[in-house]
Nanobody, 128 residues
Framework: QVRLIESGGGRVQAGGSLRLSCAASTRAFDSYVMGWFRQAPGQEREFVAVINWNGDDTHYADAVKGRFTISRDNTRNTVYLQMGSLRVEDSAVYYC?????????????????????WGQGTQVTVSS
């Protein structure tokens, strides 16, 4: 069992930045693909970004491409989501997820069923 704990959410004005972190409780962190998803009220959970085991391959949803950056530090068992140029429509609960990797398929990485473990989520609210 892998426990994932997100942090870093909060309230920010449109145009601002936030960095989310997700700490994993596993010694095999570098064997997992890590993803970020988000869910707004009344909406389905949607894919945001994914990163492979060593960070040299990433993939983003079109809605965040060029504004968000996913990265990981395997020495700290942590994956990050740096969010910039935030918009009101980025407001959601953000979840990190782990998939027994070490590689992802960009065609299926946006599918929640691909992931084995989920965090509890952290709220991001962007105000105008």
């Amino acid at each position: 069992q892998v426990r994932l704990i997100e942090s870093g959410g909060g309230r920010v004005q449109a145009g601002g930045s936030l960095r989310l972190s997700c700490a994993a409780s596993t010694r095999a962190f570098d064997s997992y693909v890590m993803g970020w998803f988000r869910q707004a009220p009344g909406q389905e959970r949607e894919f945001v970004a994914v990163i492979n085991w060593n960070g040299d391959d990433t993939h983003y949803a079109d809605a965040v491409k060029g504004r968000f950056t996913i990265s990981r530090d395997n020495t700290r068992n942590t994956v990050y989501l740096q969010m910039g140029s935030l918009r009101v429509e980025d407001s959601a609960v953000y979840y990190c997820a782990a998939d027994r990797g070490p590689f992802f398929d960009a065609q299926t990485a946006n599918d929640t069923r691909d992931y084995d473990y989920w965090g509890q989520g952290t709220q991001v609210t962007v105000s105008s």
